[in-house]
Structure formats: structure tokens, C-alpha cells
């Protein structure tokens, strides 16, 4: 999927391109909400408040660029923002952190949250919770595309013409009444702590068919630091024994007390899933 050079995306309504080095995100920030946020209504104020100060702190925190630039596109019905920076790209700059294969992998990291190449200082939040803060999230980085779209509750990686450092376009309903709050219930605990995460089986492979204990190990990887993991095989037409086992079974054996959890089967997948659960969790397993 080649991203179209769109013609919704040329002409913003709100523009600042400035220097890297000595930036900071609130004060960004504040000239926009001092110009425009009496345009968005209050759920996506606080929404778009969050996705704007955490984009543009990993353009200033983790690109290493020299400029970034913040456009916004407002209109009654629809918002648009996009902030592009000219530095390292996040895939590579988590494939090389991380050691991983290649860009595939790293995006594949990347969507499970608390993945970060600074410990120290950060926690791996930012792109989780925005990408599902938003009605519709892109990160473009070295020609790969990830869109999330929380209106159809769908995922997508496609081809982007951005070879440069990382680009990051989000839609939103002015007048939506997502509360961010609510967001973040959806993956916290009672202590706030970011402790769910949901996991996209299609992410992990090419294609629908899903059989080995590889493919299994890809998803499991670092899924060690939640409690619940909410594993959705939304678009996958076929698991293999050694996966089901693999994620259901063997790794949650080996790390006690987090519970796995499937959602979005159909079919087949359905019944292969059903079979590798322990026994008491073969009935009523799947959740939404
Ligand atoms: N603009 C960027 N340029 C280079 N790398 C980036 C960029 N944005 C994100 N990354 C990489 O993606 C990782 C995940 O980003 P994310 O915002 O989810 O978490 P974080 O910034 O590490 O932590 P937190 O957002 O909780 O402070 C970062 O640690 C960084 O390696
Ligand atoms: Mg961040």
C-alpha cells in the first residue's frame, strides 16, 4: 500500500517548523492552544494535548534531528495533525538499539508498548497510548507505514515515501467523546500502572497463516513486563499447533501469573486456540 501524496495533507491551517536543539514541547504546545484548541471540544483538546507533547518530546528526546516541524489541519468536522522530524528514523533507531533483524521486527516491538531505547529517562508510553488515543494513528519511518485506525478497529503496514527521519499524522473528531482517561483504564491497573497490552497476532508475519514457534517467540518477546496481554488474531485465517502451544501454554508457564488473553478469533483459529488452552480455560475463552 503506497501512501497517495494527498492533497488533504498539503495547506495547513497552523504551521511552526523550528530548530531542534533547546525546544521544548510545552512551550510548542501553549502557542498552539493559544491560537486553535478553541476549535477542538474538550474530550479532544485533552487528547490531542497528549498526542502533540509526546510526539514532539520523541522528536526533541530521540531523533537526534536538527528540525521538526508541527502542522495542523482544523476544520468542523475533522482535525488533522502531523509532526515530521529530520533525524534518525524510530525503526532503525529501535532495530539497532534492540539488535533486532530488521524493520519489521522493531515496528513489531514498538506496537506492544513499554518499548524504549531510554530506560533511564522514559517508559515506552507515548506511541502506545496515542495510537490508541486517536481515530486514526500513522508512523512513517525508512519507507514502512503503521496506521492504526481505532473507527474500524483495524491495523495496516504499507509502503511510505518518507525515507527521512519520522513522520507522525493523526485524525481526530473535533467533537469526539473518547475521554483519554478511558484510554488509558483500558491498559492500567488500579495503581494507574500501564500493566495491559494487546498485541496484534497479524503483525508478526507475513500473511494469514500463523504456525511456528518463532512466529510465537517474535509476539512473546518483552510481553514479560505486563500482567494481562490481550493477543488479537483479528485478520489471521490459521494457527499452527506449535503457536497456540507456544504462547498459550509453554509461555505463560515459564512466566507465571500473566494472563494471556484471545480476542478477535474466528473459524479455524477459533478452534485451534480452544484446543491449546489448559482445560479449564477452554469455554467461554474469548473476550473482546
Ligand atoms: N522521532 C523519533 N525518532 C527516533 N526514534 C524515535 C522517535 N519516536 C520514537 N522513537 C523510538 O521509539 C521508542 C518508543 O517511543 P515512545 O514514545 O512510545 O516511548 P518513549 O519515548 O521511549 O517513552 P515515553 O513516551 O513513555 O516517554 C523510543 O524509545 C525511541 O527509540
Ligand atoms: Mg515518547
Known sequence: MQIPADARWSTPTWIREVAIPGLREDAVWREFATDAQDQLGTEARSIVSYAFTEMLNNALDHSQGSRVSVSAWLGRVESRFEIRDDGRGALS???????????????????????????????????????????????????????????RQDQAVGLSDVAVGTRIRWELDPSTTRALIDVFKEYTDDDHVFSTTRTTVRLFGFGVRFVS?????????????????????????EVGQGFVDEVFRVWPAQNDGIVMEPVGMEGPVEFMVRRGLPPSRRSGAQET
Open 213 to 237: 514457534r518463532s512466529e510465537a517467540k517474535r509476539l512473546l518477546r518483552g510481553l514479560e513486563q505486563f500482567s494481562r496481554v490481550r493477543v488479537d488474531f483479528t485478520g489471521v485465517e
Open 93 to 151: 533507531h529501535i532495530r539497532d538499539v534492540f539488535g533486532l533483524d530488521d524493520l519489521y521486527d522493531a515496528l513489531a516491538e514498538l506496537t506492544k508498548g513499554k518499548t524504549t531505547t531510554d530506560p533511564e529517562r522514559h517508559t515506552g508510553e507515548g506511541i502506545f497510548f496515542t495510537s490508541k488515543a486517536v481515530d486514526i494513528f500513522t508512523l512513517e519511518s525508512e519507507g514502512i507505514a503503521w496506521t492504526v485506525d481505532n473507527v
